[in-house]
């Protein structure tokens, strides 16, 4: 309760303790004993020349004005404060005097930190991330679904419109999440997107210290990460570093001329990320990737100008600190000035070393995605990126479950997903890597596998055991597709049946799920949850056997005094377990054995025979 009257507090303050002349001051409030600088953004009228200080009043208190930037256009001041680290945390008055001798007076509040936050843990291996979209999952407050001073007013009809699902909707369904086995939500931005259209999947950001009003406040999105927190489950923010949106509040009137990459007409990315690791690459060429905009509603950042890297290091800092976060996710990744993006990852784990964060880095080829994981490459690069996605692994699934034949081509089947495999030679930490079979950009994982429920088990059970973090995508585990079967982002992105109150069916419920949905629920929570406390699958190492007829993955985890081995039948025909072919490591079997699924025990080297069309988890203790 106590961080929560803060928060109001802290709220108060950043709306009515400015006077008059001054529009904005950001960070909105910071922390003493912050390893991160402190650099104020100061909006107003015709400030530059302006001199900021203390107020006398706060003179020797640890708290001290350092140098003045002035930007290119004369409403702006950035301003270097200076806090010893036993300075008291407190409100302190600050005077800005302009050019004409005129005083403007505001205050800044300073909070101690949560004990321990610098350490705070983060996701990983040991974790299942549950990627929702905040719009689309569930409405738990009418009255924010349209608000005066968004532009997109609610309208459930149009698929790409917004919907209104929020935040407190999401708080309402925790349960639901964490009978799922669900230990850290990644959710979409939550960001104010002020655009007119397409708002709803909040990757054009209008304020980046303000949590959407149609999904609530922030300080209903802190009480949300601590609710979430009670029952252990981590919250990852997707921040978005590359663009803003063209409704931004700074778009009007920019700091600097150079704070968005500007074109004399619309200028779209090349999208050809290959240009960022090209030992060959012209600079024409590089240039047309990372300082191209995303989209017509989507500014492009400079993150080569100091002031905009500062400005984007301290609002990642400040959600951190301020909410509690368990993790960052970075979009588009690799379209940003690398050297800058690098720098900026480096900040965020100098302030937070334990802080995971993973980049959307979208690639085909291993090779590719490894160029932005966090070590030293060729060209002498680091991102210093902690984790990334695994696309690649991500395609072979789809195309290799799509083949049933009891045995394929060569090289397909799911010899598809044991060669993406193979090649984790290419990165540093395979076992820190998110992998998934769909997502918010993708098709959805039902559509692809034409809504074959066993061979959604299958990628569950894939997902579950194999090395990496896991990331499900709202919905998978009930076999989500869209309305009408057709493809396409907001068609896809539907909203999860029983998160409006006149929904006709209720999936967050048994009662309302077919038998076959609840078939795949049972056994992906089993599956999620069982994992949970499998030291073999989140911190063990796999070895893997060249699929059978390319089309029987058999693969085992295992750490010391624990072993589970998975066999995953993607054929129609039986598979009989041959014993003698994994003696490497079948001989370290001293005990019985258990089916994670059905609990049935079994005798060492008992024989085993896994259905076609299905998978079979086996636990050795």
């Known amino acids: 309760m106590r961080r929560i009257t803060a928060l109001v507090l802290l709220l108060l303050v950043s709306v009515a303790g400015f006077a008059e002349g001054i529009e904005r001051v950001e960070p909105p409030c910071w922390w003493v004993g912050m390893k991160t600088g402190l650099q104020l953004l100061i909006k107003g009228d015709d400030i530059r020349g302006s001199t900021l200080e203390l107020a006398p009043e706060e003179n020797k208190k640890g708290v001290s004005v350092g140098k003045i930037h002035y930007g290119d256009s004369p409403s702006y001041l950035f301003a270097e404060i200076r806090i010893r680290e036993k300075a008291p945390a407190a409100d302190y008055h600050f005077i800005l005097v302009t050019p004409e001798n005129d005083t403007l007076r505001f205050k800044y509040t300073l909070h101690s930190r949560e004990q321990g936050s610098a350490q705070r843990s983060s996701f990983g291996p040991q974790d299942v991330v549950y990627l929702l979209m905040p719009d689309r999952f569930a409405n738990g407050d009418y009255s924010n679904d349209s608000v005066e001073e968004a532009i997109e007013q609610c309208d459930r009809s149009r698929p790409e419109g917004r919907h209104g699902g929020d935040i407190q909707g999401i708080i309402d369904h925790l349960d639901y999440l964490e009978r799922l086995g669900v230990t850290a939500i990644w959710s979409t931005p939550m960001l104010f997107d002020n655009e007119k259209e397409y708002s709803y999947h909040g990757y054009a950001c209008a304020d980046y210290y303000r949590i959407d009003p149609r999904y609530g406040t922030n300080a209903l999105y802190r009480e949300f990460v601590e609710k979430a927190a009670e029952k252990e489950i981590k919250v990852i923010m997707d921040m978005v570093l590359n663009h803003c949106g063209l409704a931004h509040w700074w778009m009007d009137d920019l700091p600097f001329k150079d704070w968005v990459h500007t074109y004399p007409s619309f200028t779209r990315s090349s999208f050809a990320l290959s240009t960022q690791y090209d030992p060959y690459v012209s600079q024409y060429d590089k240039n047309a990737c990372i300082k191209g905009w995303f989209d017509t509603t989507m500014p492009d950042m400079n993150l080569e100008n100091p002031f905009v890297l500062r400005y984007f290091t301290q609002m990642a800092v400040w959600w951190v600190e301020y909410a509690g976060l368990g993790g960052i996710r970075v979009d588009t990744f690799p379209y940003s000035d690398k050297a800058a993006i690098s720098k900026w990852v480096k900040n965020i784990l100098r302030e937070y070393p334990e802080m995971n964060i993973v980049g959307e880095c979208w690639y085909g080829d291993p090779l590719s995605c490894s160029y932005w994981e966090g070590v030293k490459q060729y060209d002498g ?10 696309f690649p692994l991500r395609d072979a699934i789809i195309a290799g479950f799509a083949d049933d034949a009891d045995t394929p081509a060569w090289g397909e ?49 894939l997902l579950a055991t194999m090395r990496g973090v896991p990331q499900l995508y709202y ?4 076999g989500f597709v869209s309305k009408d079967g057709t493809t396409g982002h907001s ?19 048994s009662s309302g799920r077919s038998a076959a949905q609840q078939d795949l629920f049972d056994y992906t929570s089993r599956l999620m949850r069982w994992r949970k406390g499998s030291k073999a699958v989140t911190e063990g190492s796999l070895l893997h056997f060249r699929p059978e007829n390319n089309n029987v993955y058999l693969y085992f985890r295992y750490v010391e005094n624990e072993i589970v081995m998975v066999v995953i039948n993607n054929g129609k025909s039986d598979f009989k377990i041959d014993w003698d072919k994994y003696q490497e490591i079948s001989s370290k079997f001293a005990t019985s054995y258990c089916d994670v699924i059905t609990g049935e025990r079994f005798n060492p080297m008992t024989p085993i025979t896994v259905p076609g069309q299905s998978a079979a988890i086996f636990e050795f203790k």
Do not use: C
């Not at 193979?422 to 918010?440: E, G, Q, T, W």
């Not at 039902?446 to 061979?455: N, R, V």
């Not at 919905?475 to 009930?478: F, P, Q, R």
């Open 381 to 390: 690069y680091n991102s210093h990126l902690p984790s990334i996605m695994d």
């Open 413 to 461: 089947g799911l010899l598809r997903v044991y060669n993406s495999i193979s090649l984790d030679y290419v990165y540093n930490d395979p076992s820190n890597i998110l992998i998934f079979a769909d997502n918010h950009d993708t098709n959805r994982l039902a559509h692809d596998l034409k809504g074959d429920f066993a061979k959604q088990k299958m990628v569950m059970a």
């Open 491 to 509: 068609q896809e992105r539907i909203d999860f049946p029983g998160g409006w109150v006149d929904d006709q069916a209720n999936l967050f419920e």
């Open 475 to 478: 919905g998978d585990e009930l």
